[in-house]
């Protein structure tokens, strides 16, 4: 039973570039959520895709865009890097349907801007 | 922002129960406790999770108080590979609540 998946695990930028990371939800879930975690916090939500529509969204400017593709797989954009986004991405799966479905995360993608 | 308060951090040692405490005195009555944690360089690994009564899994158990406004969660037979930050969150039903992560708890376990 494959688990969460994130692609890359590392990633190097420059400042101003654009970056996109991709995520493979745990099998059986249909839909995605990502937080971001910036070095020793905890990890802040972005936002979270159902049915390929963003449904909520953490406190986050535009500059961060999601998608999410019919096979539930979901990529994150960052436009217009800035050394703050610099931190863990984290992805995370669960059922739409079932309210208190814990979330399945997968091991991150570190992005590094420099 | 996070709705529990949690210590900083805690130590234990290997083979004895660790106990993290969790205080949440504003959970609502539809509101789940969850707890999750995550090692070093890994992502965040779900737990346990519950409404009132205590919940035991292959993993922990997790006690919460009558009045629902502070939680325990056990480790029964803490090993190194514990060592960990425990986050503990609150969380309703509705569609648009969110898992809010805090600062958690840094769990160390002693040889």
């Known amino acids: 039973d494959a688990g969460v998946t994130q692609s890359p695990t590392h990633l190097i930028k420059t400042r101003g570039q654009q970056v996109t990371l991709r995520c493979s939800p745990k099998s059986g879930h249909d839909t995605v959520s990502w937080y971001q975690q910036a070095l020793g916090q905890g990890p802040q939500f972005i936002f979270q895709?159902?049915?390929?529509?963003?449904?909520q969204r953490g406190n986050f400017p535009d500059r961060f865009s999601g998608h999410q593709f019919p096979n539930y797989s979901s990529e994150l954009n960052v436009n217009a890097l800035l050394l703050g986004d610099s931190a863990l991405y984290l992805c995370?799966?669960?059922?739409?349907?079932?309210?208190?479905?814990?979330?399945?995360f997968g091991n991150g993608t570190r992005l590094t801007v420099t | 922002d996070a709705k529990t308060t949690q210590p900083t951090s805690m130590d234990c040692a290997e083979g004895r129960a660790a106990n993290l405490p969790c205080n949440h005195s504003?959970?609502?009555?539809?509101?789940?406790v969850y707890w999750y944690r995550q090692i070093h360089s890994q992502g965040p690994q779900y737990i346990i999770h519950?409404?009132?009564n205590n919940e035991t899994n292959e993993m922990a158990s997790l006690i919460i108080t009558e009045d629902r406004k502070s939680s325990t969660l056990i480790l029964p037979h803490a090993t190194l590979r514990d060592t960990a930050v425990y986050y503990c969150?609150?969380?309703?039903?509705?569609?648009?609540?969110?898992?809010?992560f805090g600062k958690g708890t840094r769990l160390h376990i002693l040889p």
């Open positions: 969150i609150v969380k309703g039903v509705n569609r648009d609540d969110k898992i809010i």
């Open positions: 504003t959970i609502s009555g539809n509101e789940y």
């Open positions: 895709y159902y049915e390929e529509e963003e449904r």
């Open positions: 519950g409404l009132k």
């Open positions: 995370a799966s669960s059922l739409w349907w079932a309210e208190t479905s814990p979330l399945h």
